[in-house]
């Protein structure tokens, strides 16, 4: 295979995104044809004020949530793999959506009565100060301890003593508690506004540029520890500006969309694995393309086209992304030589 540089990548996976956007905004309950979809998008004057605002108080803001969303979770869980030099870490190894778990659960399962939007921003609220949390004790830790498997051993810990708390409120909450905590869970692109919108992109936009900084420190923590310290990097403040990074996007989305599983363990091994490269320079920008592809393609499908219907996100992203990832990795046989 040719020699691949980010801007050929970019080439490649843009062009696909903004045809999967179209179709993201094209498709719904409601049909709107492509012609009228491009209309109202450039401007042009149209007759169906009904399509104009399903399409600008929705489905746009549905496309583009999906579409950050599925850049931060890839881009998280592509610095985690580095990190660890672990294949199966993911953006939410540190225990950030245990915490943004937990500070939901604090709120609907202590039985707040809130609804409306006031009921979606005190869950978005909540699960920020249970990332944020989890966050502060995650990079506590990781400023004393040495090696990054310490970090990343501690980090489950923390996920599994917030899901441990979880558990137990559950056991002692009503039935039409757990379900609106369950729901939650689910996963969803298509709760914000652009009022929320303002928060939620230019927080990723944070978060992806704290880990672009660390782009060849990453190439060079793939070669282990030892080597990255020989070539002069200070292995704490790496580790400690990936942390954040990751818990920015991780937290952020989790707040917003709630917990969306699988993208973030998958991506990057997609990344890895059609551009066969272990180059951060490529992987970091064909992540972010793949991430907010993939999502959008996800979202296509839960949205049930033409009907009524929406199916969970969590559910869509595991169960077609799943096959998908397994055969790619049987095709490739040995994923781990990426990892040192």
Avoid at 47 to 73: C, D, E, M, W
Wanted: contains cysteine.
């Amino acid at each position: 295979m040719k020699k691949i540089t980010a801007y050929k990548v970019i080439i490649l996976l843009i062009p696909i995104l903004l045809v999967l956007m179209v179709l993201s905004i094209s498709l719904g309950s409601v049909s709107i044809s492509f012609m009228e979809v491009l209309k109202i998008l450039t401007g042009t004057e149209t007759q169906n004020s009904a399509h104009y605002n399903i399409l600008f108080s929705y489905r746009l803001p549905k496309t583009l949530t999906s579409v950050f969303a599925g850049a931060a979770l890839g881009f998280a869980g592509l610095q985690m793999q580095t990190l660890f030099r672990n294949p199966l870490a993911g953006p939410f190894v540190l225990g950030i959506s245990s915490g943004a778990s937990l500070g939901v659960a604090l709120l609907v399962l202590l039985g707040v009565g809130v609804n409306g939007a006031l009921a979606y921003w005190g869950m978005a609220i909540s699960s920020i100060i249970g990332s944020l949390a989890v966050l502060l004790m995650v990079v506590l830790v990781s400023i004393r301890l040495k090696d990054s498997m310490s970090l990343l051993l501690v980090g489950l810990m923390f996920g599994a003593f917030t899901s441990a708390i979880v558990s137990v409120m559950q056991y002692f909450s009503t039935a039409e508690e757990i379900q609106n905590f369950l729901f939650w869970t689910f996963g969803a692109t298509g709760n914000l506004s652009w009022t929320e919108l303002q928060i939620f992109i230019p927080t990723i936009i944070i978060g992806i540029s704290l880990g672009y900084w660390q782009a060849k420190p990453l190439n060079a923590l793939l070669m282990g520890d030892n080597y990255a310290q020989s070539m002069g990097l200070r292995i704490k403040n790496v580790r400690l500006f990936l942390v954040i990074s990751t818990s920015i996007l991780a937290g952020i989305v989790t707040a917003f969309c709630g917990p969306i599983a699988f993208l973030g363990l998958a991506v990057p091994h997609i990344s890895r694995i059609l551009f066969k490269t272990s180059n951060h320079f490529i992987l970091i920008p064909s992540t972010l393309l793949l991430g907010a592809c993939l999502l959008l393609i996800c979202d296509i499908i839960a949205q049930v086209p033409f009907y009524d219907l929406i199916l969970p996100i969590n559910a869509v992203t595991s169960l077609f992304g799943a096959p998908v990832v397994i055969w790619l990795i049987l095709r490739r046989k040995n994923i781990s030589k990426n990892f040192g």
